[in-house]
């Protein structure tokens, strides 16, 4: 251990550690959750402390050589490196101070180590003087939080994207499987299972395009408006500058805020695209529920699919599989709506010139969306790939059912197929069965009803309804 001392006295330090006094008392003072920040976080953190550096630099206020060694820390940390000197609780007070002060001890204390092995520097580079230069944490940390957003964004863009062509080819290759369709869990008229995956792909289409529009929500930063958006503290030319270093550095679409003030205290942004992310969730979570009741089973339920056998699914009922992928997405999903509900509370408890729960919402966002990014491409890879049909199964619940009663009614007419329908309960006959003993139909124009191009004409022509009659 090594002791150093600040303003509140002295305080032991682990000897290898890069932070100093303020990372240390908070390392004291919140041992609440564990959680750690996400690596977009830390890496975005750095993107901003380079940018300051570069554009303090280049106006003349940070010494050449300093700025490159806090330069060089930064990008050794936005390629992975010292990441496990960040160390601080995700939930803490002071609106991200603690989180700002490990940065800034950190880099400060690398920078000033490179600078003392190459050059034998008797000037330190400072926390506060230097690293943190024309800086507040209430500028740096929310554009750190935005960059990795939009970090985040790009990644679950892509995920998205993936999975909804994977529906699509599960839509081509199921497009000749008629199946039973179901409303409020009772059996209701056929489809085709093409047509449930292609409802599944639509969906996922919109959810594609609102993480699209998110990007232009969270584009906006703060950076240069110091503590409460006014610029108090920094020179004018570095608050019109360090914005553009930080866009050119990260290559994201980013701009200052024209209100800078607003965009210090107000985080209805995050809200907003935390509901966009919830909206995507809800549709996971459905498709998740659905492909858990069709695969079902196999012997005592619908199975209308296979999912992929991931691992053993009992530990005393030998041969049982669980549809593990699915169930894991459910808890994602209710994951991200549990966090959106606690981003919308939060963000609303932001008081005056700013929000001292921004940690909180912080970690739950940036939480979202690193689980959102995972899921995709779980529920893509490990169930949606390997997928299969049972055709057999689906066509055997549809020609059992007696909803083929609607699909007679415009060629036999309401009352006749209600007579034999009710009949066929009463006598516990097969619908369909009975309908050929009397022949009211043929077995060739049923089939032809029931065909999977049948399914996909959108109702029926007057044509259709003149040629069975024929």
Known sequence: MRIESDGLGTIEILEDAAWGCQTQRAINNFPLSGYRMHRYFIQAF???KKAAAQVNMNLGYLDGKMAEAIIQVCDEIITGEHHDQFVLDAFQGGAGTSTNMNFNEVIAYMADKRLTDNFGSSDPVLPLEHVNMHQSTNDVYPTAVRVAILFYLKDLEREISSLQEEFQKKEKEFSHVVKLGRTELMDAVP???GMEFGAYAEAIARDRWRIFKCRERIKVINLGGTAIG??????????????????????LSISRSENLVDATQNLDPIVEISGMLKTYASNLLKISNDLRLMNMGPDGGIAEIRLPEMQAGSTIMPGKINPVIPEAIGQVALRVIANDNLISIAAGLGQLELNQYFPLIAFTILETLHMLVNASAILRDKCLISLQANEDICLEHVINSKTLATILVPVLGYYRVEAVLKEAVEEKRNFRELLLEKNLISQHDLDTLLSAKQMRKLGFTEEDVKKDKE
């Open 46 to 48: 750095a993107y901003v």
């Open 230 to 251: 006014t610029g108090l503290g920094a020179p004018r030319e570095y608050i019109f500058k360090v914005g553009e270093a930080l866009r050119s550095l990260t290559g």
């Open 191 to 193: 489809l085709t299972l």
